[in-house]
C-alpha cells in the first residue's frame, strides 16, 4: 500500500503547468476561473480570477452564466453559451425561427443516477421543445466553450500562453456514479481538452478547500467560528445546495492538514429547480396539463418569459421583507385557459371560470390576485413553492449527521447557488440551532474557485469512504457441494466456477489517497490473446456472484497479451487505485513488464 501525505511539493501536483483552470458545468449556472501557479504560489488563493457575466435582464454582474446551450439545426455546431444563448432564443422565438434549432436547459440531472443504471455514450437529452441530441454532444460544446472563452481572456492577458500550459479541472457532484464521471471526462476529451492535463474534483470538496483557505470569505458572524480554526478529529458537514442537485459530506480534520471524508457523500435532486418545478406544478393543476402544454408550445416566448420572471423572483425572496410578491403574468396563458375553441357550428365561445379562481382552487391557498398582466402572490403561499426543496434538504441533512453515531458537527457549510436562498438558511439555522452555519460571501462561485485550487494543492483529501464494494468478476476452483451447477465452467486448466466476484476493496472502506490494491491473475486458455476484466460494484459487504442481486457490471478493461502466451506462465499483476475522485487501473504482465495504466471507463 501507498499512501501521499498532504505535505508533498504543489509543484508536483501543477505538472509543472504555468496556470490551473477550472470549468463547472452545473445545472443551472455555469463558469469558468483560473489562477497562474505563482500567483497561487505568493497569494494562496486570493487571486482567482472569476469572469463576471452580463445579462440582458439584469443590470449586474454575476460569477456565472445560466447553462443554456442553443445548438443550430445540424445538431453539431454551437449557436451561443449561456445568457446569450437565452437572448438569442428568444430572438429566435419572437421571429418563429426556434424549431429547427436545440435549446437545452437544466439538463446535467439526466447524469443523476444509481451504480445499477449504466450509462451510454449514446445517452441522449431531451430538449425544451422535446428534441433530442447524445448528451456527450451537449456537454462537450459547453466545455469546449468555457475552455474557449477562458483561453481568450487568458491570451489577452498572457500573449505567449499556449493550451498546454494549463491544467484543468473539471467539477462533478459527488453523489454521482462513477460512469457519470467518466461521461464528463469523455465529454471533456471531445471537446479538445489533452487527456493527461484533466483532473476531475468533486464539488463539495472543492468548496471545503476554497473555505478552508479563505477565512474571510466564509466565517459565522455569530460565533466566528471558520473551518481553518477547527481543531484536528472535528467534523463539518459541507451542504453544496445547487440548481439541480443536494450534495451532502461530513468532512474530519485530519493531522496532516488535510481532510478525510468520515460517511459516504449523499444527496438528492431537490435542488433550487424543485422550486420552479412546484411553480409548474401548481400552474399545471390550476389550469390542467392540456392547457399549459398549449400555452407552452403555442406561445412558447411568453412561456420563457413567464419563467425566467419566476426565477428573478424566487432569487430575490426573503420571507421576512415581503408581503406580498409581484410578477408580471402573460395575457396569452390567461387567453388559453378562459377560451375553448370556437363550435363551428353554433358559431359562439363557451367561457370557463376565470382563471384567477382557478389559481385560488388549488392547495396552494387563496387570495392569489390577477390584475391585467400581473399576478401577486401573498408571502406564505409563495413560501410553498420552496417546500419539497427545503423539506427534502433538512430530511438529508439530518440523514447524514445521524451516521456519525453520536458524534458532534462543529459547523454546517453552504455553498452552491441555492445555498444563497435565504428561506433555506434560516431553516437550517432554525432546525440545527446549536450547530454553526457558515455561508460564504461567494456561496456560488465558492465551488469553481475550490476547483482551481483544488488543481494546484497536493491532495487536500487523504481519505475517502467507499460507497459500494468494488471487484472483479473471475473465476475459481469448482466445488460441487459448495458452488451451484449451473455456474460449472471448463477451461484448459481444469474445472472452475465462473462469475466469482473477486473483491478488492469493500463498502464502507476508507480509502486514502493513492491507495494501492494488487491482486494476480491468469488468462484462462492457452491461446489468450486477450484478457477481459469486468469491473463490478455492489451493496453487499461480501457479494458472492456478480449476477447475484445488488451485484452489477459497471464497466470493462480489455488489456492485450503479448507474444509470450500461455497461462501460469504469463501471470498478470493487476492494480486498482481507489482512493481518487476516479478508479485508476494498471496492468502489468510479469514476463515483458509491459504495462497498462487507464483511467477504468465504466461508459456502454
Not at 162 to 172: E, N
Not at 251 to 267: F, L, W, Y
Request: glycine share 6%.
Amino acid at each position: 500500500m501507498a499512501t501521499s501525505t498532504c505535505d508533498d511539493s504543489a509543484s508536483d501536483q501543477a505538472d509543472s503547468k504555468l496556470f490551473v483552470a477550472a470549468i463547472d458545468v452545473g445545472t443551472s449556472f455555469s463558469g469558468w476561473a483560473f489562477a497562474s501557479i505563482s500567483d497561487l504560489e505568493k497569494a494562496k488563493g486570493t487571486n482567482i480570477h472569476v469572469k463576471p457575466w452580463y445579462s440582458t435582464y439584469t443590470s449586474c454582474s454575476t460569477g456565472k452564466t445560466s447553462t443554456c446551450v442553443l445548438i443550430k439545426p445540424d445538431g453539431e455546431t454551437l449557436d451561443s453559451f449561456g445568457y446569450e444563448a437565452e437572448r438569442r432564443y428568444n430572438e429566435l422565438l419572437s421571429k418563429d425561427q426556434h424549431e429547427k434549432y436545440f435549446f437545452f436547459k437544466n439538463f446535467k440531472t439526466s447524469l443523476y443516477g444509481k451504480y445499477n443504471q449504466p450509462l451510454s455514450t449514446e445517452l441522449k437529452l431531451v430538449d425544451q421543445m422535446e428534441k433530442e441530441l447524445p448528451a456527450i454532444k451537449v456537454f462537450s460544446v459547453s466545455i469546449r466553450f468555457l475552455a474557449e472563452d477562458m483561453f481568450t481572456d487568458l491570451k489577452r492577458r498572457f500573449q505567449d500562453i499556449r493550451p498546454g500550459d494549463i491544467r484543468w479541472v473539471v467539477t462533478v457532484p459527488a453523489i454521482w456514479t462513477d460512469q457519470a464521471k467518466n461521461l464528463m471526462r469523455k465529454s471533456a476529451l471531445q471537446a479538445g481538452l489533452s487527456s493527461d492535463s484533466i483532473s476531475i474534483a468533486l464539488e463539495p470538496e472543492a468548496a471545503s478547500v476554497y473555505c478552508r483557505q479563505l477565512d474571510v470569505c466564509a466565517v459565522n458572524r455569530d460565533s466566528g467560528v471558520t473551518l481553518s480554526s477547527l481543531t484536528i478529529g472535528s467534523k463539518y458537514l459541507v451542504l453544496d445546495a445547487g440548481g439541480g442537485t443536494i450534495d451532502l459530506t461530513i468532512h474530519e480534520i485530519a493531522p496532516s492538514n488535510c481532510v478525510k471524508q468520515v460517511v459516504v457523500s449523499s444527496g438528492n435532486i431537490f435542488g433550487g429547480n424543485a422550486v420552479n418545478k412546484e411553480f409548474e406544478k401548481f400552474l399545471k393543476t390550476a389550469l390542467s396539463d392540456e392547457k399549459y402544454e398549449q400555452f407552452k408550445q403555442s406561445e412558447t416566448e411568453d412561456w420563457v418569459f413567464l419563467m425566467g420572471e419566476f426565477e428573478v423572483k424566487k432569487k430575490s425572496f426573503h420571507p421576512d421583507n415581503a408581503h406580498r410578491v409581484n410578477m408580471r403574468f402573460p395575457l396569452s396563458l390567461k387567453d388559453i385557459y378562459e377560451s375553448n375553441k370556437r363550435n363551428s357550428f353554433l358559431r359562439i365561445v363557451k367561457k370557463t371560470k376565470s382563471i384567477e379562481k382557478a389559481f385560488n382552487r388549488t392547495d396552494f391557498g387563496e387570495d392569489i390576485i390577477i390584475k391585467r398582466d400581473k399576478i401577486s402572490f401573498p408571502s406564505d403561499v409563495f413560501v410553498k413553492f420552496f417546500g419539497p426543496a427545503t423539506d427534502m434538504t433538512i430530511q438529508q441533512i439530518k440523514k447524514v449527521i445521524r451516521k456519525i453515531h453520536g458524534g458532534t458537527i462543529s459547523c454546517i457549510l453552504m455553498v452552491g447557488g441555492f445555498s444563497e436562498c435565504i428561506l433555506l438558511q434560516q431553516l437550517v439555522k432554525s432546525e440545527f440551532p446549536h450547530i454553526p452555519v457558515i455561508v460564504p460571501v461567494e456561496a456560488s462561485t465558492a465551488v469553481l474557485q475550490g476547483a482551481v485550487l483544488y488543481g494546484y494543492y497536493p491532495p487536500v483529501v487523504s481519505e475517502r469512504v467507499l460507497k459500494y464494494s468494488y471487484g472483479i468478476s473471475g473465476s475459481t476452483k469448482f466445488i460441487p457441494d459448495k458452488h451451484p451447477i449451473e455456474k460449472r465452467l471448463v477451461i484448459d486448466s481444469g474445472v472452475q466456477c465462473k462469475d466469482i466476484f473477486h473483491k478488492h476493496v469493500t463498502r464502507g472502506d476508507s480509502i486514502k489517497f493513492d491507495m494501492q490494491h494488487k491482486e494476480w491473475y491468469f488468462p484462462q486458455y492457452r491461446n489468450q490473446k486477450k484478457v477481459h476484466f469486468y469491473i463490478c460494484a455492489s451493496k453487499l459487504l461480501n457479494p458472492r456472484f456478480t449476477t447475484d442481486k445488488d451485484c452489477h457490471v459497471i464497466g470493462k478493461i480489455i488489456l492485450n497479451l503479448s507474444g509470450s502466451r500461455g497461462m501460469s506462465n504469463n501471470p498478470l499483476e493487476v492494480t486498482f487505485m481507489f482512493g481518487g475522485t476516479e478508479i485508476t487501473v494498471i496492468a502489468e504482465e510479469a514476463k515483458t513488464r509491459r504495462h497498462v495504466k487507464t483511467v477504468v471507463s465504466f461508459l456502454e
